[in-house]
């Protein structure tokens, strides 16, 4: 896990779900690595990230809750997952 810190306060890895309009046609959710001090602050960047680069608002967008959490995917977790961490 990466872990490093930024005006006092500790930046780790999170992965956070979140399923667009895509959801609709039946294809999986996207799952966003990026970094944040905790939960909340991830599911902020990657809401912006996604809404931003998906082109859809926070009225489109479902958080899957059970598949967020601190740290990144399994090497073996048998999907992909979009590395939005930044290069420090």
């Given at each position: 896990?990466?872990?490093?810190?930024?005006?006092?306060?500790?930046?780790?890895?999170?992965?956070?779900?979140?399923?667009?309009?895509?959801?609709?046609?039946g294809?999986?959710?996207?799952?966003?690595?990026?970094?944040?001090?905790?939960?909340?602050?991830?599911?902020?960047n990657?809401?912006?990230?996604?809404?931003?680069?998906?082109e859809?608002?926070?009225?489109?967008?479902?958080?899957?809750?059970?598949?967020?959490?601190?740290?990144i995917?399994a090497?073996?977790?048998?999907?992909?997952?979009?590395?939005?961490?930044?290069?420090?």
């Open positions: 896990m990466s872990t490093y810190t930024v005006n006092a306060y500790r930046i780790n890895a999170y992965t956070v779900t979140i399923a667009g309009r895509e959801r609709f046609d294809e999986a959710p996207f799952a966003w690595v990026v970094d944040a001090i905790d939960i909340f602050d991830a599911i902020g990657a809401l912006r990230i996604h809404c931003t680069s998906q859809e608002t926070v009225e489109d967008v479902k958080l899957i809750g059970t598949q967020s959490f601190e740290g995917p090497a073996d977790c048998g999907y992909h997952w979009n590395d939005e961490r930044s290069s420090v």
